[in-house]
């Protein structure tokens, strides 16, 4: 399809004002003024409807088609909770309309919804207290190491090093150098957990703490997770939860419990919020008591007489990570997620995204073994190396290929300690009947990989765009031009 942005043709018009039926006045000052007319575009009506309806067109979204993009959870987001996120006294609230005193109390129902999504966070997670503030998950990761920062300076230690799993998201090392952290790998064992004679090897009075990602971007459920958080704690560390891969154990396990002192929770991959697509994120970071006093400010306390208010006078303080109340419209819908769905209706979330991750890995087992043959969690790491080594056919070839056969691609190349990785995550939103055809298709792809590799490495062929050269794609991306 191809896609047209100057439309513009000279006095062509699609709207029709009324007549002025008061005396006209110059209301912008002169000097204000434009010195020439914008240069907006002339078009009709039907001009500008067909080209935005034609510009939704080009997105897959999870509106559109199956979405398994492994790691970013792109489940079915309620669109009751979107009407939630538009109610006029959210939606138009202005963070700086006053709080109590003076003004009235426009602004107690948004502080009454902070609260309460941190106290249903808390008890969901068995955290002490939580941070709304972070503005994605990557912010609540450098937002975490800087607690455990401030938890050591304030005990008078001086602990530098950082420990990261080689299966972890590559914001965890990025967020640990951003606080000022070296970072350390930890091998994965050759069941893709934690090495844990690695781990004992690397901890030493010179090590801050442990990122876990649990489960883990393989998708796998460490089941040394309690000792591997009593290890790092004996050395005097503290252990940070990656909380992306939430979905997996939601209503199931609390991390609190299982010895985590401080984890960020993607409130736009596991509460009701699409992820993705550059759009606002919200990741609440909660904590163990130990970390409470250095908690970032503001922070929404209730008053004895029942009113909520912000609260900025903590001594300890880590200071600010973001602007007023954080990513409200986000932490609102999780709010309205946790509210309809209820303790039970969480647990239900857990069960049937883990069930679904299996099928998928089950099923597609002859065509595309599992990277680690276990039972998964939430989604499952599968390899395109059979196909690769006989066909030549490749995990991005499939992944194009998909694209054509109406699905969204999975992650590829993802986690790297997985060679060929299709990583897929069914979501618990997803039919049987979806997986059925998105694994009919998978197979379809590997059979004709053994027939006719060329097609799979021509793919996609019915695309707005073909392959492309993905540097340059992200670093200077042109949106106008459709070949
Ligand atoms: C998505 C993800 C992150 C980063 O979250 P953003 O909101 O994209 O910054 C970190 N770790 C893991 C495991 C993830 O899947």
Redesign the pocket.
Known sequence: MSLIFELSVPGRRGTTLPGLDVPAADAIPAGLRRIKPAALPEVSELDAVRHFVNLSRLNIGVDTCFYPLG??TMKYNPKFHERIAELPGFAGLHPLLPQLRRGGALTQGALAVLFEAEQFLAELLGFSAFTMQPL???HGELTGVMLIAAYHKKRGETRPVMLIPDAA?G?NPASAALAGFTTRTIPSDANGDVDLAALKAALGPEVAGLML?CPN?LGLYDPNVREICRLVHEAGGLVYG?G??LNAIIGRVRPGDLGFDVMHV?L??TFGTPHGGGGP?A?PVGVAKVLVPFLPTSRVLKRTDGSYALEYHFPDTIGYVAPFYGNFGIILRAYAYMLTLGAEGVRRVSAAAVLNANYVRAKLRDAFPAAYPRTCMHECVLTAQPLAEAHGVHALDVAKALLDRGFHAPTIYFPLIAPEAVMIEPTETESKQTMDAFIATMLEIAALAERDPEALHRAPEHQTVRRLDETRAARFPDLASLA
Request: hydrophobic share 25%; charged share 10%.
């Open positions: 790691s970013c994605a998950g990557a998201h914001t990602t971007t990656d992306a891969n993607n736009h991959k994120g990741a």
